[in-house]
């Protein structure tokens, strides 16, 4: 497996009418995201905490090259109650959701240049201020969605219930941040219950679903359209 390091961006195209309210660097950060002071709390329709740069021209760009995806824990032991391959198959099934949709609305590209997002995401369940940092990716080749209908396993749907999405968007060329976010799973009664996973699959591809569409509004005016 490879140790790339990675996080969320989705959260890079929401707007709010109010003035920005950042957040105090969160002392359970894991450090996937260079700068938790940039964030402020979402509205309403965005993720949790948020970060886009005002002064971005989005129009400028229609391509992504996309990291892949990651997950932070604190060494390797420390979800050793979750099933390895469940870990494992979880990261698979979100790339799986964000390179289909980006792969709709947007060109994927393997080297930085004009016009070209670098996107990292990550799912994280580790604190910067632990010893050991442990980053899991998936296998190559995985089949991340060939048990859909088995129920999820007790330890790994405490782990979902208490994970973060993290994420940042750069321009690929000079590394400027775009974006940046951190989202939870909401505990409010308004989440999906998570008992398969087809449940699992479900909220990441309604998760990926979303934050493309942002960018897609976002970056209209060179919108690619695959042939």
Known sequence: MRRTLIAVAALVV????????????????????????????????????????????????DKILFEPVTLWRSGKKSLDPVPEEDLLRLVSSFETALRTRFGEEFRLVDTAGPGVMRIRLGITEARAADPVLDVLAARA????RSRSAEPLHAEMRRFLERADIEGEVRDAQTGALLAQGVDRRRHDGTAPALNTWADVDRALDAWADRLCSRLEARTSGRQYRPQ
């Open 14 to 61: 929401l707007t709010t009418a109010c003035a920005p309210k950042r957040v105090p660097h969160p002392p359970d950060a894991s450090g996937f995201l260079d700068d938790y002071s940039l964030l402020r709390k979402g509205g309403p329709n965005e993720v949790q905490l948020v970060y886009r740069n005002p002064e971005v021209d989005w129009n400028a760009y």
């Open 141 to 144: 080749g995985a089949d991340a």
